[in-house]
């Protein structure tokens, strides 16, 4: 059974750090582009970050570069987001998702196959 759990989330202060992991099971991710998203109420899924296979390739939301940063270890099978000097309006629901192919915009929700249950982020002012 294919699975993606997130952990670390919780409430923060303004200008504070949470570091975010996602463990895999069921599938073994070093074949996989990873990533993170975001989604608050009423609005889309938003992609946050994502990270090649081997780590070659890394790409972030414009809004969270220079405070989040991505990572992977495929030998423990788990994927991390530190996020750095959080801001209220980075309060969400975080998910891992997980996508086989390299085709496609990789910060498209649609087109990820794998998908963690999300973990809360809120960050007071």
């Known amino acids: 059974q294919v699975q993606l759990i997130e952990s670390g989330g919780g409430l923060v202060q303004a200008g504070g750090s949470l570091r975010l992991s996602c463990a895999a099971s069921?599938?073994?991710?070093?074949?996989?582009?990873m990533a993170w998203f975001r989604q608050t109420p009423g609005k889309e899924r938003e992609f946050v970050a994502s990270?090649?296979?081997?780590?070659?390739?890394?790409n972030y939301l414009e809004s969270v570069k220079g405070r989040f940063t991505i990572s992977r270890d495929n030998a423990k099978n788990t994927v991390a987001l530190q996020m750095n000097t959080l801001k209220p309006e980075d309060t969400a629901v975080y998910y891992c998702?997980?996508?086989?192919?390299?085709?496609?915009?990789?910060?498209?929700?649609?087109?990820?196959?794998?998908w963690g249950q999300g973990t809360q982020v809120t960050v007071s002012s």
């Open positions: 998702a997980a996508r086989l192919s390299y085709y496609g915009d990789s910060s498209l929700a649609r087109n990820y196959d794998y």
């Open positions: 990270i090649s296979n081997r780590s070659g390739q890394i």
């Open positions: 069921g599938f073994t991710i070093n074949t996989y582009r």
